[in-house]
């Protein structure tokens, strides 16, 4: 059994910061590239950022390079999502993902809003 648990999300102010975590229960994350995804109303879900599981190479969408970090602690098998100056524009829910032998595993997600 694979399980995901995203935590960290809520409402901030535009310029505002938070970190989303997803924690891996059951398995090890370390063993597998992590991914985070956002889903707004009414649109598709995308990709965000991922994370590789053996040199930590990271890779983010155009929308949020230079304003989110992935990053991992293999010790607390939790991936974390630092989001800073955050836009009215990344309101989302935010799941993460692992595709773990072809197939694919998500977490139930985390609002994200941003608003004044």
């Known amino acids: 059994q694979v399980t995901l648990v995203e935590s960290g999300g809520g409402l901030v102010q535009p310029g505002g910061s938070l970190r989303l975590s997803c924690k891996g229960l059951?398995?090890?994350?370390?063993?597998?590239?992590i991914g985070w995804f956002r889903q707004a109303p009414g649109k598709e879900r995308e990709g965000v950022s991922c994370i590789s599981e053996k040199d930590g190479r990271t890779y983010y969408a155009d929308s949020v390079k230079g304003r989110f970090t992935i990053s991992r602690d293999n010790g607390k098998n939790t991936v974390y999502l630092q989001m800073n100056s955050l836009k009215p524009e990344d309101t989302a829910v935010y799941y993460c993902?692992?595709?773990?032998?072809?197939?694919?595993?998500w977490g139930q997600g985390t609002q994200v809003t941003v608003s004044s």
């Open positions: 993902y692992a595709n773990i032998y072809s197939l694919g595993y």
């Open positions: 059951d398995f090890p994350m370390g063993d597998y590239a």
